[in-house]
């Protein structure tokens, strides 16, 4: 079917071609806007990922997918979902994988696991979540580490203090706790990508045009690309989007 569909396809282009008009296909929204970050990657010059949330590595197969070469550091405290993780990265010796979350503070405490692995969250889950995606109900909990980007950097910043780097925090409502320990590493950030909520979906997160007040006095004031993220999938509501945020 493939071949057939192919053939027809060239032929179309012929026929059309020869009275002056070329059919082209239409490049897909989310891979546009994820080929646009890329090119603000490398406009930047960014050579380390801070992949913050990695889950089973998705983030990090999508850099690579689209041309991203340089080093990601992506960090997961689910023991089941970090044990993909490694997996992922296992055969790449530019990408690293650690077993902890980040916060305000460091210590330790109790995750709620999604059914579907990555919608776990420190925090409850709102009933509009649910609504919108049932396979994201909590099924269990499970003790994780919880360390501070500070006290990361002031273990290996000397190792990473000539890159320049990209801060990417995918945890589900937990961003603000995350940028709230990270004070001594933020100004080596060039750039932050993290998940905004639209409406309320973890009880306690920062809506979307808060986290942009927060990053604004963070000295990440300005908003350079919008990735469209989770939807209703009967109303077709935008719930959730990724912001890329440069100073």
């Known amino acids: 079917m493939d071949s057939i569909i192919k053939s027809f396809a060239r032929t179309a282009r012929s026929v059309t071609r020869s009275v002056g008009v070329d059919i082209v296909r239409y490049p897909h ?26 889950n089973i590595g998705q983030f990090g197969d999508e850099l690579r997918e689209h041309g991203y070469q340089g080093e990601i550091l992506s960090f997961e405290p689910q023991m089941a979902a970090y044990q993909q993780l490694r997996q992922a990265s296992g055969a790449d010796p530019k990408w690293h994988a650690f077993h902890y979350a ?11 696991l999604s059914q579907n ?9 709102m009933d509009s979540h649910l609504d919108s995606a049932p396979e994201s109900a909590y099924v269990g909990k499970e003790e ?21 780097i990209m801060l990417k925090i995918d945890v589900q409502g937990f961003e603000k706790y995350v940028l709230a ?8 950030v060039s750039l932050i990508q993290l998940e905004m909520s639209l409406i309320e979906l973890y009880n306690g997160e920062m809506l979307y045009h808060e986290m942009m007040d927060y990053l604004h006095t963070l000295g990440f ?16 509501r935008l719930l959730q989007v990724d912001g890329v945020f440069g100073r």
């Open 29 to 54: 929204l989310a891979t546009t806007l994820l080929d646009q970050r890329g090119q603000l990657m490398r406009h930047t010059g960014i050579d380390l990922v801070f992949d913050v949330g990695a």
């Open 221 to 236: 004031g300005t908003l350079l690309t919008l990735i469209p993220g989770h939807s209703h999938p009967e109303t077709g």
């Open 181 to 188: 320990g990270a004070s001594s590493f933020l100004p080596h």
């Open 102 to 112: 980040f916060g305000e503070v460091p210590g330790t405490t109790t995750i709620n």
């Open 144 to 164: 994780i580490e919880v360390r501070t980007l500070n006290d990361f950097w002031y273990e290996y910043g000397t190792k990473y203090d000539e890159r320049t």
């Open 117 to 125: 692995s990555h919608s776990s969250s420190l925090l409850p889950m």
